[in-house]
């Protein structure tokens, strides 16, 4: 019997998920023996015509990841759906529209302007700006258009599983894998990590005071951080507890709070609006100026309670001017 | 056509405010018809998701009504829901939503004419405001979803 075949592909992404594979160690050579690679860009040549000629349905499973940005990645998408008996939205990005989806707090129009026009760092005198089409040499080329919003990927295609992080864990990685190896496929939708919040693992949970209260929300180059005690407890916006659990907490042991990078548990919604209810309660004063106070120290809160999953936020994205 | 008749969707506890507006039922004071209420156990209960959900539904303002400070039925519930507001309000502006879209104030059940012209105000200040058209996704530049 023929190994089953797997593709790999990435999309508006920084690359750490193709990293987190390699992070397999000597674990990928298990994987890597008992499946085919057939497409991956990142570390294979097989170009995108292999991938078409290839018949429907024949891959047995598509890992992407990253958020889509671009005409170019909703085609090549749509292509591995075709293709795939099984798409994996691999981390955060392509499961929740990851860090670049907080590009959906501003617009097109403001980023172009920024990047290739105002930032101080550009010399364009003539303000060119990337087009879809141009002419060379009597040749039209075409580019991939740039979309006004980032969207996650089940927005574009038909998704099986997530596999959550920023980077996904190698962990979850390999369980995920063995489970599609080993035919033991948990139901269609599921998020492959525990559905628990990461404060439920976390070893200061029993440092955390019964109450806690946050006279001023800190950050970490504000205070020495004590390496025992509950973040909230100590003033710094931990996402643990709107965040699902699986990473192992690599940050915390770092002695750093939960960005909210596997993003929330099945029984929420909206992270931001969820980490909203969990830490607003907790500011001390009950009266509207020292809350107001306490506010002051959390400068943007959208990036802050949204870092990896503004596409996947009950409003996706900030409101854009219609007709 | 083309009058802007606001949806409003307002989130009454149900020991001060909804009886507040129950009371003005009672005493036939008129209020705006674009307020939707719906009853909850307290102003504590409304989660920063009913809100952004009401939102993305459609509605171009929402309302938070609670029992007055000191008076909650819960004790504290109404000061939790004043806290989440605060931080809400803070954030919904960097989706591009006004923050007068937002209201949380205080009824308690005897104030009638309270609730009347907090409901009012309400949907005087978001018809000059205009229609909230929430696009979050423009779904059109992909399809096939």
Not at chain 1, 213 to 220: C, L
Not at chain 2, 137 to 145: A, H, L, Q, Y
């Amino acid at each position: 019997m023929s190994k089953p075949k797997v593709a790999f592909y990435w999309c508006a992404s920084c690359g750490g998920c193709e990293e987190a594979v390699v992070d397999l160690a000597e674990r990928i050579l298990d994987v890597v023996a008992a499946v085919d690679i057939v497409f991956w860009p990142v570390a294979l040549d097989f170009k995108v015509k292999h991938l078409e000629a290839m018949q429907d349905g024949s891959i047995a499973v598509a890992f992407i990841n990253g958020a889509i940005r671009t005409s170019e990645q909703e085609h090549i998408v749509k292509l591995l759906r075709k293709k795939a008996g099984l798409v994996v939205a691999f981390g955060a990005c392509a499961a929740l529209g990851g860090i670049p989806s907080l590009a959906n707090l501003t617009n097109k129009e403001k980023i172009f302007n920024r990047s290739y026009h105002n930032s101080p760092s550009v010399d364009n005198p003539t303000g060119t700006v990337p087009k879809t089409e141009t002419i060379v040499d009597g040749h039209t080329l075409k580019l991939p258009e740039f979309y006004e919003t980032v969207y996650k990927l089940d927005d574009v295609i038909d998704v099986d599983y997530y596999l959550p992080g920023c980077a996904p864990v190698p962990d979850l990685i390999m369980e995920a894998v063995l489970a599609i190896l080993e035919g033991k496929l948990p139901p269609k939708g599921a998020i492959l990590s525990p559905d628990k919040s990461l404060c439920s693992s976390c070893d200061r949970n029993e440092s955390k005071p019964e109450d806690i209260t946050i006279g001023e929300i800190k950050r970490v180059i504000d205070i020495e951080v004590d390496p025992e005690k509950c973040f909230l407890a100590q003033g710094i916006i931990c996402m643990g507890p709107a965040t699902r659990d699986g990473c192992g907490e690599p940050c915390i042991n770092g002695n750093m709070p939960c960005t909210g990078c596997f993003g929330p548990t099945d029984s929420c919604r909206d992270q931001g609006a969820k980490m909203i209810a969990t830490l607003a309660p907790l500011l001390e004063g009950d009266d509207e100026e020292a809350v107001r106070k306490a506010l002051e120290g959390i400068i943007d809160p959208a990036g802050t309670f949204y870092r990896y999953a503004v596409s996947g936020s009950l409003l996706g994205a900030a409101r854009k001017e219609v007709e | 056509m083309d009058v802007f008749e606001p949806k409003i969707v307002a989130f009454v506890c149900n020991w001060c405010s909804y009886a507040g507006a129950d009371k003005a039922g009672s005493l036939k004071l008129d209020y705006s018809a674009d307020v939707k209420l719906i009853r909850i156990m307290c102003s504590g209960r409304v989660d920063p998701q009913f809100v952004m959900d009401a939102f993305r539904e459609g509605a171009d303002g929402v309302m938070v009504l609670g029992c007055h400070p000191g008076d909650c039925h819960y004790r504290t519930g109404n000061i939790k829901a004043m806290k989440r507001f605060m931080l809400l309000e803070k954030m919904i502006t960097q989706f591009g939503i006004d923050s007068n879209r937002l209201k949380l104030d205080w009824v308690a059940a005897g104030e009638a004419e309270q609730f009347q012209k907090v409901a009012n105000t309400m949907v005087k200040s978001i018809k000059e405001l205009g229609p909230l058209k929430i696009e979050g996704f423009v779904k059109s530049e992909v399809t096939n979803v």
